[in-house]
């Protein structure tokens, strides 16, 4: 018996529903949802099952199912692997290695599988032999090494010799390490070589468990630059130069308060808050101030011009109306837009910031908004590396310099109650440790009157002695469309005797946010407070918010212990999987929806009401078309003009690139 017959028979005997798709693939109904659910999936391969659950933590289906990891292998004991040199290796479901026979032997796990193999055609290289056989269930020829990660050139690659080799690194530190080990070993003698990632999860089983096909894998350039990148940068030399030789100076303060630099030119400053803080609107402040030249500093009585960049917040409907509210001088404010084949893609710092500095020259931009900074470092970047974050980060620094201006990025703040809203950020510390000045923005729990307080938590080459009193007071706008619109604004009250470290330290922590999960659940709830949204979309959250899809999991099930809050569903079948907040339904804005027992507040700075205008030219889509405007883009760039996939970092499709190799080797 399979585990995969195995399963089935079970599932059946708790009277739920399975519906076997293929010789080897299923999906069956969750336990706790209704018979028309099919959000957990199975592939049998090689030994085991490739499980996928859609809605709820993987673990927690199975202990309600009364299985345990054991029973998604073909034998309880777990799985064993033969090597056509003698060795054999034994995977326990505890995921433990022991190996017997040849274990000095060279061979690579199925290489035997190359020898019929045409030369020129793809060959995949996985990190573990579970991942090989997960390709071979999809008609992929794949090997691997033994031993996992690191000991690649321990091994005999020579069969791949003349081969287009796809490497599937697998998504964590030691994995990109042994694809670049890999890469460098097999690049003399390989007809062409790729590095991929799977799209979901950590590897090549997670990737084809989740459903995703072989051209659905995502192309990663970081790891081929570890090894050939060196060879473009020239020759590489160090002087000595005495400090006599070297310039100093003062600084410049683009804008002061209270006589004192707060934030320098040529820098990146951050303004850091919670949800519903204000910080976009007071960045719309600071935009505007500039704009107009009433922004105390080296640009009073000076417009400049400013280019403002909004990826969490529409333009139409919150970016413009909030900058109106502002006073700000339209005329001088940009708004820079990435466009392939006509279609607007997210900006990001790794591919766009050479163009972006040529706009900004030519214009005499000398402020640069960013909201938020996060969103421009891309969906597959491991946001808690600092080397990798800084990489990204540090570009909008030098982007100052280059403009002799600022670089003002928008960020979030954890949930860490220690109040340090520097080591707070969200995130990597290197968003902290490259901005020059850093100002945090919270609630005042203690105002009746709604105000909140800002102070400066990093000032490099100055002080740090700021603590200002703020509100976001209701101002009324005429768009262009003739209709008023009421939107926040900016407002500096006075100062403060405490800073936004004491508030944060004295805020009580809401119930989900106690038993060490990092604040998870209550980010789960804001993310999920403005509308339903595509399950893989909140996994790609999560995992560029720090966390993983398995914690995302594990969030919805812990917030629907007590109370069915969150639910999974597809509006189509066969179709896309959702995710939605029940007691979000009919919410028009984050606002309605954001409830002390279950949401932080969360945008300020969206519109409150519409008013005015023809009634016959009013705006059909309303607040619910600023929800949809407002989502964030994913960092694909577009579509292939060949195949109409979607074209990921390298601006092919995998399947596309991997046909051009063949095409180039015949």
């Known amino acids: 018996m399979t585990a995969l017959d195995r399963l089935r028979d079970h599932w059946h005997s708790q009277g739920l529903v399975w519906q ?11 336990p706790g949802h209704s018979s028309a659910d099919r959000s957990v999936t199975f592939r049998q391969i090689a030994g085991q099952v490739l499980m996928n659950s859609h809605a709820d933590d993987k673990d927690t289906v199975l202990t309600a199912i009364g299985l345990t990891t054991a029973d998604l292998f073909d034998d309880p004991k777990g799985a064993e692997y033969r090597y056509s040199d003698g060795r054999t290796v034994i995977r326990t479901p505890a995921k433990k290695f022991r190996q017997s026979g040849n274990t000095s032997g060279t061979a690579l796990y199925r290489a035997e599988k190359l020898a019929d193999h045409q030369t020129g055609s793809p060959v995949y290289v996985a990190e573990g032999e579970k991942d090989v056989h997960a390709l071979e269930s999809l008609g992929a020829v794949a090997v691997c090494s033994a031993m996992g990660a690191g000991k690649a050139k321990r091994f005999d690659w020579s069969p791949l010799a003349g081969h287009t080799v796809v490497i599937v690194a697998d998504r964590d530190e030691p994995g990109e390490k042994h694809a670049a080990q890999v890469l460098e070993i097999l690049q003399p003698i390989a007809e062409a070589v790729v590095v991929v990632t799977a799209t979901t999860g950590k590897d090549a089983a997670d990737h084809i468990a989740a459903g995703h096909g072989l051209d659905e ?30 310039r100093d100076d003062v600084p410049v303060w683009a804008w002061t308060y209270g006589d004192k630099g707060r934030v320098p030119l040529g820098a990146l400053a951050l303004f850091a808050g919670r949800p519903g803080a204000g910080k976009s609107t007071a960045g719309r402040w600071f935009a505007a101030s500039a704009s107009t030249g009433t922004l105390a500093g080296h ?12 990826a969490e917040e529409s333009a139409k409907y919150v970016v413009k109306p909030g900058l109106r509210a502002a006073g700000a001088d339209l005329n001088r404010v940009f ?24 706009q900004l020259k030519a214009a005499e931009v000398k402020l640069v908004v960013v909201d938020p900074l996060m969103s421009t470092i891309g969906s597959k970047t491991d946001i808690n590396r600092n080397n990798e974050v800084r990489s990204l980060v540090e570009p909008w620094a030098k982007l100052a310099e280059k403009i002799d201006g600022v670089v003002l990025g928008i960020a979030h703040l954890n949930k860490s109650g220690n109040g340090d809203v520097v080591a707070g950020i969200n995130g990597s510390s290197a968003f902290g440790e490259v901005a020059r000045s850093v100002f945090g923005f919270a609630k005042d729990p203690e105002s009746d009157e709604g105000d909140r307080i800002m102070s400066q938590e990093k000032n490099s080459i ?19 469309s003739g209709k008023s619109a009421d939107v926040g604004r900016f407002v500096i009250i006075g100062d403060s005797d405490r800073i936004v470290g004491d508030v944060l330290r004295s805020q009580p922590k809401a119930p989900w946010e106690s038993g060490g999960h990092d604040g998870i659940d209550e980010w789960l709830l804001n993310l999920l407070a403005t509308g339903p949204m595509l399950a893989k979309d909140v996994y790609d959250s999560a995992n560029a918010a720090g966390y993983s899809t398995d914690k995302a999991k594990r969030a919805k099930s812990r917030i629907n212990k007590d109370a069915e809050t969150i639910d999974a569903f597809r509006p189509k079948i066969p179709g896309p999987w959702f995710w939605q907040r029940l007691d979000c339904k009919g919410a028009e804005t984050a606002e309605e929806c954001a409830t002390p027992e279950r949401a932080a507040p969360l945008l300020s700075s969206a519109p409150l009401q519409v008013t005015g205008g023809n009634q016959g030219d009013a705006d059909p889509q309303g607040s619910k078309g600023a929800r949809e405007h407002a989502s964030t883009q994913d960092d694909e760039f577009a579509f292939c003009p060949a195949c109409h996939k979607p074209i990921g970092r390298s601006g092919k499709c995998v399947s596309c690139i991997v ?5 180039e080797s015949a």
């Open 659 to 663: 046909s051009g190799l063949n095409k």
């Open 20 to 30: 076997d798709q293929g010789a080897d693939t299923s999906a069956a109904q969750a």
């Open 462 to 480: 100055g002080e740090e002695d700021l603590a200002l009193t703020y509100r976001i007071e209701s101002a009324s706008v005429t768009t262009d």
């Open 299 to 310: 640009w009073e009585g000076k417009p400049v011009n400013v280019a403002y960049i909004a």
């Open 217 to 246: 894998f995502q192309v990663v350039e970081t790891v081929t630059s570890q090894v050939v990148g060196a060879d473009n940068l020239g020759f590489r030399s160090v002087t000595l130069s005495p400090f006599a030789n070297e």
């Open 335 to 358: 708004m820079p837009k990435v466009e392939i084949n006509g279609e607007e893609v997210r900006f990001l710092s790794s591919h766009d910031m050479e163009d972006l500095t040529e």
